[in-house]
């Protein structure tokens, strides 16, 4: 049985940093990719960023502008997302999921296991 649980949410302040940490278990290869979205009240899920199986890729939404940045510990299953210069706008549940390598990393279609989410709040 796979499972993605995340960690790291929580209230910060405007212009605030955040880590979110993602553990995966039970996925039957070590050549998934992982990503991190996002979904804020009313609003559709969003990509924020992927990072491939053997760390040499990383892509990120367009919006992100340097201010994320994912990275894993393929010893350890774990992906993590940095989150800094933190806006209210940012603030929505982050799910961190997994998928099999492909051409496609932005569509939440193309990913096969999804995390329960942590919350990220930044006030104003």
């Known amino acids: 049985q796979v499972e993605l649980v995340e960690s790291g949410g929580g209230l910060v302040q405007t212009g605030g940093s955040l880590r979110l940490s993602c553990t995966a278990s039970?996925?039957?290869?070590?050549?998934?990719?992982m990503g991190w979205f996002r979904q804020a009240p009313g609003k559709e899920r969003e990509f924020v960023a992927t990072?491939?199986?053997?760390?040499?890729?990383?892509y990120y939404a367009d919006w992100v502008k340097g201010r994320f940045t994912i990275s894993r510990d393929g010893a350890s299953n774990t992906v993590y997302l940095a989150l800094n210069s933190l806006k209210p706008e940012d603030t929505a549940i982050y799910y961190c999921?997994?998928?099999?390598?492909?051409?496609?990393?932005?569509?939440?279609?193309?990913?096969?296991?999804w995390g329960r989410g942590t919350q990220v709040t930044v006030s104003s």
């Open positions: 999921a997994a998928r099999r390598p492909g051409p496609e990393v932005v569509l939440t279609a193309a990913y096969d296991y």
């Open positions: 039970g996925l039957t290869s070590s050549r998934y990719a």
């Open positions: 990072i491939s199986w053997n760390v040499r890729n990383t």
